[in-house]
């Protein structure tokens, strides 16, 4: 029998995409630039399905993570990338669905076997985060680096705080871009946009609704951009204690789907992607994510699922 995860999928827009792991006689060539969605649930909570955000982008076999929602280092092992082949993590703001497993997913690379320095960039405090996680794990670092002969795994992982927009990476086969978008009451918060040598991918991070973004995202072959269904946060809301502030906090701080159709449309983008699903943990169907994005935006739509990936160009 062959596991859901090792078939072809193809959307109903007619792009392709696919699972990590081809259920094929001899494993093809993988595409040059990829992206792997290894986490779509929006929010901090942990479940049995979809798990927290985090993203890969894969650009000649180098991986760069983009956020690390609980679960990141489980999901890179499953998308079959081995987790010391990791040189570069991106947080886009210091929530916890999207940060929370930065320092254990460093120190399962390192567990694996990691040699080679991870650069790691995120908004104001990932310095000082990266500081405390070495103080909060000192005991059992430095007593595998005696007890084991491990190497330091301290120097290895060189974080820098992004106190601006602007270029942050480039590498020869990347440019990486940071821009800073409001995700109340959060103002440190960054979209990324990469630029590979197969195309333009934008990754709007939590943010409200914001037109700038579309500017930012100009011609971009891919914009995978969060997403709130609002019947659905209506459902979750009546059934949760704190459900009238929580629902002023949702509404606020995510993009509705049908103004993440107008930022696309604004973008001109080629495919977009809808992911970091809020709610993340109730049932809706992939019409209804996007029937209210077609009200303005009649490009190719793909709702991202865990482990799916996106080869480019599209």
């Not at 679960?71 to 082949?85: T, W």
């Not at 330091?152 to 086969?173: F, M, W």
């Not at 809020?278 to 809706?284: A, C, K, M, T």
Request: aromatic residues 8%; charged residues 20%; neutral net charge.
């Amino acid at each position: 029998m062959i596991d859901r995860r090792d078939m072809l999928k193809f959307s109903a827009a007619g792009a392709i995409v696919f699972a990590a792991r081809p259920a094929l006689a001899q494993t093809p060539a993988k595409p040059r630039t990829r992206i792997i969605f290894l986490g779509t649930k929006g929010g901090p909570r942990v479940g049995v399905g979809a798990s927290n955000p985090a993203n890969a982008v894969i650009v000649n076999g180098t991986p760069f993570v983009v956020d690390c929602g609980m679960g990141v280092s489980r999901q890179l092992v499953n998308a079959d990338i081995p987790i010391p082949s990791v040189k570069y993590i991106f947080i886009s703001h210091h929530h916890s669905d999207h940060s929370l497993e930065y320092g254990n997913l460093f120190y399962n690379a390192w567990a694996a076997g990691l040699k080679t320095p991870i650069q790691s960039f995120g908004p104001r405090g990932l310095e000082a985060m990266t500081k405390t996680y070495w103080e909060l794990n000192r005991f059992d670092v430095e007593t595998r680096i005696d007890d084991e002969g491990r190497p330091d795994p301290r120097p290895l992982l060189v974080a820098k705080d992004i106190l601006d927009d602007g270029v942050v990476l480039q590498t020869a086969d990347v440019k990486v871009t940071a821009f800073r978008t409001p995700h109340p009451p959060i103002t440190e918060n960054f979209a990324y946009k990469f630029e590979t040598p197969d195309g333009t991918i934008v990754f709007s991070s939590d943010t409200a609704y914001n037109p700038k973004l579309a500017e930012f995202a100009k011609g971009a072959d891919v914009l995978v951009h969060e997403c709130l269904y609002v019947p659905a946060v209506d459902r979750l809301v009546a059934r949760t204690a704190n459900g009238t502030t929580l629902k002023k906090h949702l509404l606020e701080s995510h993009t509705t789907t049908e103004d993440v159709g107008r930022i696309a449309a604004q973008a001109g983008v080629k495919t977009l992607v809808l992911s970091h699903f809020v709610p993340g943990d109730l049932n809706v169907t992939d019409d209804e994510w996007m029937q209210d994005v077609k009200k303005n935006f009649s490009g190719r739509i793909i709702v991202a699922k865990d482990l799916m990936q996106l080869a480019l160009p599209v």
